[in-house]
Nanobody
């Protein structure tokens, strides 16, 4: 049973940056696809970005060019670097790993 701990969220002004981390324990992420989702206020959970076991990265259109997903297999950690944040990025962000385990979610709030 994996345990996932997310960190790096918080409040930031529009145009700012944050870097989210999702650290796994009890399970090795090296061979897994890793995913970030988010759920904004009164919105459905939406896919944000994915990274394959081989390092290929994919992004939803609204974040492409601003967000960078990465992984450090040695640290069993998934990252999401978020730049040029906008109010529309305000959401709880969740990591989903190996098509099986969810992180607890971490809040990102962007203000004008």
């Amino acid at each position: 049973q994996a345990q996932l701990v997310e960190s790096g969220g918080g409040s930031v002004q529009a145009g700012g940056s944050l870097k989210l981390s999702c650290v796994a324990s009890g399970y090795t992420l090296e061979d897994c696809g890793l995913v970030w989702y988010r759920q904004g206020p009164e919105k459905e959970r939406e896919w944000v970005s994915s990274i394959s076991s081989g390092g290929s990265a994919y992004y939803t259109d609204s974040v492409r060019g601003r967000f960078v997903i990465s992984r450090d297999n040695a640290k069993n950690t998934l990252y999401l670097q978020m730049n040029n944040l906008s109010i529309e990025d305000t959401a709880a962000y969740f990591c989903w790993v190996c098509r099986k385990y969810w992180g607890q979610g971490i809040q990102v709030t962007v203000s004008s």
